[in-house]
């Protein structure tokens, strides 16, 4: 039997060995943080097509909810993740919603009430490269490239890292970042290469050739340099290049513009590759209620493949969009902010921002003009309220289509009979009036 000193003995053992379990367990939760983002909207939609055709609707009610996990391990390595739901009220009644589930931007479309995994990735993260005093970070998995920067002021998000005006799509890839003001002086200086996957051309797992791709999977590949940085001034610069793009076969439209459902093909196959770039300032003005101004340029590059036709031409063919906007603090509640913003695309304009969070479509893919205006006010901790308004004006076809001739040929919406079948499925204007409750935790 053991003595009372000894019991006592083992009891202090017992009890701080249970204090030191309790304490690591506090650690590790203290590393993990979980949120939650829950968006109630309603959009009255109207567009009117090229035969002067009016096509609404009034009340698309919808909800989406983020659920949000992440783990710091220590000062160098972290884990992110964002699951997505969406989904419009009711059983959705949809005639053909064959792209709703493409990849690109199915965690942002309202189709279903499917949860997805939205973003799952890790960062690793040092103050040092090779002993030299250069902060470094390297990331891989499924990348916040939605919500991007410039876009994410009216969505009230933190942004992704892309660039909006060319980039709003999710991805599968990888970055590296090298934080470089340390070595230039240059406020903010930063260097990113980025690669992402869009597509993966594989055969099934019990083909006979199981995971061959016939190097024709879609790949990115970008670089970002953030050319200045303070807490007034932002200017970015992003290059990239999309490879193997597609587009479906056949829409079922002849060259008279008449339809034949019989003729539809939705299979895709690769027209060739595309190259965009952006640059864009944006000016905080502290001295007038904290106002922000943003200015950005970009353009876009076809390379047809082949001999076939990328956006309607077999030539490569230049794209050019601008956008302006603004935006202030609220003057009606602490939090909240009121924008206005406008952006115009080219003919031959073509963006990669399938996943912008407008109901009738990209409005920075807009070959025409397109306004918005918003009124985002906080009413509570956590919850906020935004009124807002989008209007479209196409010049072109094609805006919101893939890269090909089928979907993505840009005809002059003006010189197209309102007689013809194609009259009725081209959209010339198009308007969202969107109100929202959001609560985040």
């Given at each position: 039997m053991l003595s009372t000193n000894a019991?006592?003995?083992?009891?202090?053992?017992?009890?701080?060995?249970?204090?030191?379990?309790?304490?690591?367990?506090?650690?590790?939760?203290?590393?993990?943080?979980?949120?939650?983002?829950?968006?109630?909207?309603?959009?009255?939609?109207?567009?009117?097509?090229?035969?002067?055709?009016?096509?609404?609707?009034?009340?698309?009610?919808?909800?989406?909810?983020?659920?949000d996990v992440a783990y710091k391990q220590d000062e160098h390595l972290e884990f992110y993740t964002k699951l997505a739901f969406n989904k419009v009220f009711g059983q959705p009644n949809v005639q053909n919603g064959a792209f709703d589930t493409f990849d690109w931007f199915s965690s942002t479309t309202n189709t279903d009430g499917e949860l997805r995994v939205k973003e799952a990735y890790i960062n690793y993260r040092d103050t040092s490269l090779f002993g030299a005093n250069i902060p470094w970070k390297f990331g891989i998995g499924r990348r916040p490239t939605s919500y991007t920067k410039l876009l994410s002021l009216r969505d009230d998000e933190g942004a992704g890292s892309p660039l909006g005006h060319i980039v709003a799509a999710e991805f599968d890839g990888g970055s590296f970042s090298l934080y470089l003001e340390n070595l230039t002086g240059i406020s903010g200086f930063s260097v990113k290469l980025a690669t992402g996957r869009g597509s993966s051309n594989v055969m099934p797992s019990i083909a006979s050739t199981p995971n061959a791709d016939n190097g024709e999977n879609i790949n990115m590949y970008a670089i970002n340099v953030v050319t200045y940085a303070d807490k007034n001034l932002h200017t970015e610069l992003q290059v990239l290049k999309a490879t193997n793009l597609i587009d479906i076969t056949n829409a079922g439209y002849d060259q008279f513009g008449s339809f034949n459902p019989g003729n539809i093909d939705l299979s895709m196959s690769?027209?060739?590759?595309?190259?965009?770039?952006?640059?864009?300032?944006?000016?905080?003005?502290?001295?007038?209620?904290?106002?922000?101004?943003?200015?950005?340029?970009?353009?876009?590059?076809?390379?047809?493949?082949?001999?076939?036709?990328?956006?309607?031409s077999t030539d490569s063919e230049i794209g050019t969009s601008f956008w302006i906007g603004t935006q202030v603090e609220?003057?009606?509640?602490?939090?909240?902010?009121?924008?206005?913003?406008?952006?115009?695309?080219?003919?031959?304009?073509?963006?990669?921002?399938?996943?912008?969070?407008?109901?009738?479509?990209?409005?920075?893919?807009?070959?025409?003009?397109?306004?918005?205006?918003?009124?985002?006010?906080?009413?509570?901790?956590?919850?906020?309220?935004?009124?807002?308004?989008t209007y479209i004006d196409y010049d072109y076809t094609g805006s919101n289509g893939f890269f090909g001739s089928q979907t993505g040929t840009p005809m002059k919406i003006s010189d197209i009979p309102a007689t013809i079948d194609l009259a009725n499925a081209v959209v010339d204007t198009a308007q969202d009036i969107r109100f929202y409750l959001r609560y985040r935790f």
């Open positions: 019991m006592a003995e083992v009891t202090n053992d017992a009890l701080l060995k249970r204090i030191e379990q309790l304490e690591n367990k506090n650690t590790e939760a203290s590393k993990l943080k979980i949120g939650g983002d829950y968006r109630f909207s309603v959009d009255s939609l109207e567009y009117k097509t090229a035969s002067n055709k009016t096509v609404t609707n009034d009340a698309l009610l919808t909800n989406r909810l983020w659920l690769n027209v060739g590759e595309i190259t965009l770039a952006s640059y864009m300032a944006l000016y905080n003005i502290e001295s007038l209620n904290n106002t922000k101004v943003f200015a950005s340029f970009a353009m876009s590059q076809t390379n047809p493949k082949n001999g076939q036709a990328m956006l309607g609220s003057l009606l509640t602490k939090g909240g902010h009121w924008g206005l913003e406008f952006n115009h695309g080219s003919k031959y304009w073509r963006s990669f921002t399938y996943a912008e969070d407008t109901v009738i479509g990209s409005k920075i893919a807009t070959r025409g003009n397109a306004y918005e205006v918003y009124f985002t006010e906080q009413l509570a901790k956590g919850l906020t309220a935004q009124l807002r308004y």
